[in-house]
């Protein structure tokens, strides 16, 4: 009986001495399982992939912080806001500053390699009033020719085009000297009256009965722009009823790929440029020229 006892009480011992935990509590309590390490990796991952999946749409829609700044277009300052009439005359002839006076000479001879290398075929020159054409080798070749070419002053020498001004390119141009001889010094405006005409320009009376000439349609635009340019550059005035006409041609023959890349070709050699090619819209900014 005593044995008995002391052998019941050594297995009590043991039993009383082994871990107090179940299965469950040992499941519950173990924070390093391979199950629920797993569980928590798919959690993490589908986290990741929910937010990129959220920031390529942001960017697809341009709401993304990211694409932002590259999806916003840069806006330039208009220099010229808010500017009307002598201020916006005076802001104008600033951007001209730099104008380089090349000569009488240089100024022609480039005007008419220009021509030759970029209006029809190569070698060849146009009338701008009547549209006669020529081949030649220079700006002495295109004078001597029969009938000749010479340089038409838009802004006529008589009426002002003298010093800087007469070599001034915004206003010279390729002319039969005919033609230009029929021009002179005469005003610009609708003839209704002709008594001279050749491929589409006219020299006659307006409406009012006043002498006038009329170039044909293609140039008539490139006119308004070189006498517009010239007022305000050297400060000299149009007349009412002519500044009236020119308005309408600006409108009517508006700016072309030609008249903006021979506006930029006499920027690399003049250093200046007709403002009124880069921005016809000032034009109804000024009231009087």
């Known amino acids: 009986m005593k044995r008995f006892s002391i052998v019941s009480l050594l297995l009590l011992f ?173 005003s610009f405006g609708n003839v209704v009256n002709a008594s001279w005409s050749e491929g589409g320009s006219k020299l006659g009376s307006d409406s009012s009965g006043h002498k006038r000439f009329e170039p044909r349609d293609v140039h008539k635009g490139n006119v308004a722009r070189a006498i517009f340019y010239f007022a305000v550059t050297y400060n000299h005035q149009v007349a009412r009823d002519e500044e009236a006409t020119l308005r309408a041609w600006h409108v009517q023959d508006p700016v072309d790929d030609a008249e903006r890349a021979r506006n930029d070709a006499i920027e690399g050699i003049q250093r200046s440029r007709n403002f009124f090619i880069d921005r016809p819209d000032l034009v109804d900014s000024i009231s009087n020229f």
């Open 14 to 186: 043991a039993a009383l001495s082994a871990p107090a935990c179940s299965d469950d509590s040992a499941g519950s309590g173990d924070t390093n399982s391979p199950d629920i390490t797993a569980d928590a990796q798919i959690e993490v991952d589908a986290g990741a992939d929910a937010g990129d999946v959220a920031e390529d749409v942001l960017s697809e829609d341009g709401v993304s912080a990211d694409a932002a700044p590259a999806d916003v277009a840069e806006v330039e300052e208009d220099p010229y806001e808010g500017l009307r009439d002598s201020a916006l005359k005076s802001a104008l002839r600033q951007t001209n500053r730099r104008h380089r006076d090349l000569g009488y000479g240089p100024a022609r001879d480039f005007m008419f390699e220009y021509d030759m290398a970029n209006v029809g075929a190569v070698g060849q020159i146009e009338c701008v009033y009547t549209g006669r054409k020529a081949f030649v080798e220079g700006r002495l070749d295109a004078q001597n020719q029969n009938p000749m070419y010479n340089t038409e002053h838009t802004w006529p020498q008589s009426r002002g085009a003298s010093g800087v001004a007469r070599s001034d390119l915004h206003h010279l141009f390729i002319t039969d000297g005919a033609a230009n001889g029929k021009r002179g010094s005469v």
